[in-house]
């Protein structure tokens, strides 16, 4: 077994949920070009006020109403708030991030993402204010094959 490993900085992205799956496939294809290999492929965001998540990458209503989803479990601007140093989005941010999660192992299939016809890899950003506290998003890509 090898390992090879990547940190990817990704560009700032608006509120909401993101496909980023092409990015991903790119920077695999840099690790391990020209591979048929089975394995496996963790991806690790170095951030807490954003996430990561597999879900549809067809129709992309369906990012719009998770994002709305998730605005309602954890809305912004709550009194009872006590972390707001960084803003009224910011704790909101943080629960987001932890009910997704900041990492996710995918097979790797003849060299590729072993992803569902369906299935599409989001970048979840959960801050508003991205110039002072989100912006870019570092993520660790590590394949083992």
Not at 39 to 67: C, K, M, W, Y
Not at 75 to 81: G, I
Not at 106 to 128: A, F, K, M, S
Request: charged residues 20%.
């Amino acid at each position: 077994m090898s390992y090879h490993q990547t940190t990817l900085t990704l560009p700032a992205y608006a509120r909401g949920i993101h496909i980023i799956t092409p990015v991903i496939e790119d920077a695999i294809d840099q690790l391990i070009p020209h591979s048929d290999n089975a394995g496996l492929v963790h991806l690790f965001l170095q951030h807490t006020s954003a996430s990561l998540a597999i879900n549809e990458n067809a129709d992309p209503d369906v990012r719009l109403d998770t994002e709305d989803w998730l605005n309602k479990i954890a809305p912004a601007d709550q009194p009872e708030y006590r972390h707001t140093l960084e803003g009224s989005d910011d704790l909101p941010a943080h629960f987001k991030s932890m009910l997704f999660g900041v990492s996710l192992t995918i097979p790797l299939v003849n060299g590729t993402l072993g992803l569902g016809t369906w299935q599409g890899i989001y970048l979840c950003e959960h801050r508003d204010n991205l110039e002072k506290y989100g912006g870019q998003r570092k993520l660790i890509i590590t394949v083992n094959i």
